[in-house]
């Protein structure tokens, strides 16, 4: 279980174990390789004259032997023929060693036909022994002239076969010479190749180790700069920067959702936070303008009452003028009584400047004149009240101002794609480019006008019925649409001032 | 770029493993090659020959003994039998002839093949080795009354007879010169007789044609002597009955510019003889088989080891090889 981890196991751990493994095994290999050849030549260079040797001293045995049966035949003595027989032992031991039979070696060849004739020796020598116990004096004689006779042929083939082993051993011994000087090479370059290699190994390893590291520290000085893309998953070698790696990309995805939580729960809180500042604020615009209203007039119920009374007396007396009129103002008032906080139809709007109209025909006789263009389809559109009559008030209270004759005020409603376009344009006096310029810059949506922008929401100055300016118009229109855009004024001093309003059409007001 | 780095440590680790695995390999190899001189392992199957013989020469050196000896060779191979070569220094010394017999007889070796120059010289060994149950061939030469076992050679009459024939075909040929190399300077030797013998049967001086007889000592060369005989007494032909003095005398003859001049019939099929035939230097060539003898000397003696019979007398056939059959001898290799 351990071997297989080992061997199969890609953590670093493992890589290093199996690589010295490796080198360990091949430093073996190498050193057993050369251990065994070292122990090889020395037992080879050992035993090369070890033959030689032999023969040298079979020849002393043969001289010897010869000797002990000459003075055996001169003398019969006991102690030489000891000799002899021990000799003869000696002369049996080297055939028994050397005997191999017949073989393609030379050497072989040469010592088996050697042995051959130790054998013939010994057996002229066997015959020397019983001629001359026998006292067969001419038999001995030439049995021993045998023996002498075989032991030249013997030595002349000893001496081929020594010359012969001298010249075998010294071709033997440069050849082994010869691959000692190859195997010292070879072990020397296993060596260096084997240090090479250790050096790309552990080279190519730290590279590996390293690469993971840098690829990790990449990686943090992202996150750390808010970049939290997740890590390309690639091999990288070992297990434990895999498992590094794995971990890191896990806690970099769980930081980036951790901060898009957080900052969805601030985006959500700052809305919030802005959606109720402008219901705050709206609030406030509203209050202050009814406040404004009720401190202008203090008792529209009953104003509204009195008039609804002046309008039965007129039609009793059958004034039928003053009956409309008095009808008219009512229904303005009325319209007006409704509050801010509602929500009318731009119908309401409309039907309310026609009462408007009404009421300034008869204060400025004929000398005003309000033309309408209206799409019916866009009449029912939901809209702030009292959004067009402070549009209106403004023309005659600041456009017409200086102009006795001519008044014309036209109102149209247009469908433009997805939104109305209400236009309220008068031919009075116009407005200087300052004032326009001013009256664009303010925005109620813009945080840093919010205390101004509060403050000029309601008209100072008299003349108003509602008691609102085009301030609070506009401040209302963009507080309603949640849009500073849907509020223009253009104007040329002393021709014209137009009122352009652009409400969508599916209305999504705050 | 860091894929291609990775690549490149992976070829150089596979070559450097692959020059490790090489190296260790050869040192295995080596420490084999040790241990294989230190314990014969490397022949773990040889083979161990059936038989010894031995071959009792006086010529080591000559192309006809070469091409002899690979025939024996070949034989000997085939018959898984070891063959000694006992060479003989001076071959008219008997007793040096002897001394070879003898340690052969006393090595107990199954048979013994005979070349020498006259084997009648080993006459006498040849009959103790008989005696000792040891096969004798004579090779080249017979030795009839030495009692060997079998002969093998060319017929020397025929061959002398045959070269007679080629030279009486030529009616200009009326001097004629036949160099005997130092293996036939025996004059008492069967070679030189049977030859000459074979020769004079078909062309003799009675028409008065010239035969001049050169017997080469071991120490002369015909390249010596060939001005000499040249000046003296020109031949037509000059047949030389040896390889190598068939080139020394062809070599000797282009120097002189005597080509043409004199006609050259020489002996054997070595390439440098053929290729002289084939431009027409030398006329012809007297072709004893000597590998063919060497094997079936050793066939022979291989029967007699195994008490079976064999020819007592077998004549291997020769060839006269002229300019028109030595072009197929390179149809044939």
Redesign the interface.
């Known amino acids: 279980m351990i071997l297989n981890n080992v061997f199969r196991g890609n953590s670093i751990r493992n890589h290093i174990t199996r690589f010295v493994f490796m080198l360990l095994v091949?430093f073996l290999?190498?050193y057993s390789?050369?251990f065994?050849?070292t122990i090889?030549?020395n037992?080879?260079t050992g035993?090369m004259f070890d033959l030689n040797k032999e023969l040298s001293r079979l020849e002393v045995i043969l001289a010897d032997s010869n000797d002990s049966i000459e003075k055996y035949l001169d003398t019969k003595d006991s102690d030489a023929f000891i000799v002899y027989l021990d000799r003869r032992t000696e002369i049996e031991a080297f055939i028994e060693q050397y005997d191999t039979?017949?073989?393609?070696?030379e050497t072989e060849?040469q010592l088996?036909?050697?042995s051959?004739?130790l054998k013939?020796y010994l057996n002229e020598g066997e015959r020397v022994i019983e001629f001359k116990r026998g006292r067969f004096t001419t038999e001995y004689i030439q049995a021993f002239e045998n023996t002498k006779?075989?032991t030249l042929?013997?030595e002349?083939?000893i001496q081929e076969v020594s010359l012969s082993e001298v010249a075998i051993n010294l071709a033997?011994y440069n050849?082994?010479t010869e691959?000692i000087k190859?195997?010292t090479t070879?072990?020397l370059?296993?060596t260096i190749?084997?240090i090479?290699?250790s050096i790309?190994?552990i080279y190519?390893y730290t590279?590996k180790v390293i690469?993971p590291i840098e690829k990790l520290s990449k990686y943090s000085k992202e996150i750390s700069e808010g970049n939290y893309n997740e890590v390309a998953g690639e091999d990288l070698y070992f297990d434990e920067a895999m498992v590094l790696l794995d971990s890191f990309s896990d806690m970099a995805r769980s930081i980036k959702l951790y901060v898009e939580e957080i900052q969805d729960k601030a985006i959500t809180e700052n809305k919030l936070r802005i959606s109720e500042i402008k219901n705050l604020r709206m609030g406030n615009i509203v209050k202050e303008a009814e406040l404004k209203a009720l401190q202008s007039q203090i008792n529209p119920h009953f104003l509204y009452n009195t008039l609804n009374a002046g309008v039965g007396l007129a039609e009793v007396e059958e004034a039928e003028r003053t009956s409309d009129y008095l009808d008219h103002l009512a229904m303005l008032f009325r319209y007006n009584l409704k509050g801010l906080d509602n929500v009318v139809t731009l119908r309401d709007e409309i039907r309310n400047i026609e009462n408007y109209y009404q009421l300034m025909k008869v204060r400025f006789s004929d000398g005003i004149e309000f033309v309408f263009t209206l799409d019916e389809e866009m009449m029912d559109l939901e809209m702030p009240p009292l959004i067009l009559q402070p549009l209106v008030e403004n023309a005659f209270i600041h456009g017409f101002r200086d102009k006795a004759s001519e008044r014309k005020v036209e109102i149209s409603v247009i469908r433009e794609a997805e939104y109305a376009r209400i236009e309220v344009l008068d031919n009075g006096r116009g407005i200087s480019i300052e004032q326009l310029e001013m009256i664009k810059s303010r925005s109620i949506l813009d945080t840093d006008q919010l205390i101004e922008s509060h403050v000029m929401a309601v008209d100072t100055e008299h003349g108003h019925t509602t008691g609102l300016g085009v301030d609070n118009v506009k401040s209302r229109l963009e507080l309603f649409y949640d849009s500073n855009e849907v509020f223009d004024i253009e104007s040329k001093e002393g021709e014209w001032t137009k009122v352009t309003i652009r409400i969508p059409i599916e209305v999504t007001h705050v | 770029m860091?894929s291609q780095?990775v690549r490149n440590?992976q070829v150089?680790?596979f070559i450097?493993?692959m020059?490790?695995i090489v190296?260790?390999g050869?040192?295995?190899f080596?420490?084999y090659?040790?241990?294989s001189?230190?314990s014969g392992s490397g022949?773990l199957f040889?083979?161990?020959?059936?038989?010894?013989y031995v071959v009792i020469t006086d010529d080591e050196e000559s192309y006809a003994h070469l091409t002899f000896m690979e025939g024996v060779n070949a034989a000997s191979e085939s018959l898984n039998v070891?063959v000694?070569i006992e060479p003989i220094e001076d071959s008219t010394n008997e007793d040096e002839i002897e001394?070879a017999f003898?340690?052969s007889m006393?090595?107990?070796?199954d048979g013994i093949v005979v070349k020498l120059a006259n084997n009648d010289r080993a006459k006498a060994s040849i009959k103790k080795s008989e005696d000792r149950g040891i096969p004798v061939v004579a090779v080249g030469n017979d030795s009839i009354t030495s009692e060997r076992s079998a002969y093998i050679g060319t017929n020397k009459y025929n061959l002398g007879l045959s070269v007679g024939e080629l030279v009486l075909s030529d009616e200009e040929a009326e001097n004629v010169l036949i160099v005997f190399d130092f293996n036939y300077t025996d004059k008492k030797g069967a070679a030189a007789n049977n030859y000459l013998n074979g020769f004079l049967s078909v062309m003799n001086e009675i028409d008065g044609r010239k035969i001049q007889t050169l017997f080469l000592e071991e120490d002369q060369r015909i390249e010596s002597m060939i001005k000499a005989v040249l000046d003296q007494d020109k031949p037509d032909y000059i047949i030389a009955t040896d390889p190598i003095n068939s080139l020394r005398v062809t070599k000797a003859l282009i120097d002189l510019n005597e080509i043409g001049n004199v006609k050259i019939i020489a002996s054997s099929e070595h390439p440098d003889i053929v290729n002289y035939l084939k431009k027409g230097t030398i006329v012809a060539s007297a072709v004893e088989d000597f590998q063919l003898i060497g094997n079936g000397a050793i066939q022979s003696i291989y029967e007699l080891g195994h008490q079976r019979s064999t020819s007592a007398y077998q004549a291997i056939p020769f060839e006269i090889m002229g300019q028109e059959t030595a072009g197929e001898r390179d149809d044939l290799e």
């Open positions: 091949c290999l190498v390789f050369v065994y050849s090889s030549v037992d080879r035993q039979g017949l073989s393609y070696d060849l088996s036909n050697i051959q004739m013939e006779d075989l042929y013997i002349r083939k033997n050849n082994l691959s190859q195997l070879s072990f370059m296993v190749l084997l090479l290699i790309v190994f190519d590279d690469h | 860091k780095r440590f150089i680790k450097l493993v020059l490790l190296l260790i050869y040192i295995g080596i420490t090659q040790i241990r001189a230190e022949n040889r083979r161990i020959p059936e038989q010894q070891v000694k001394d003898k340690a006393y090595a107990h070796v």
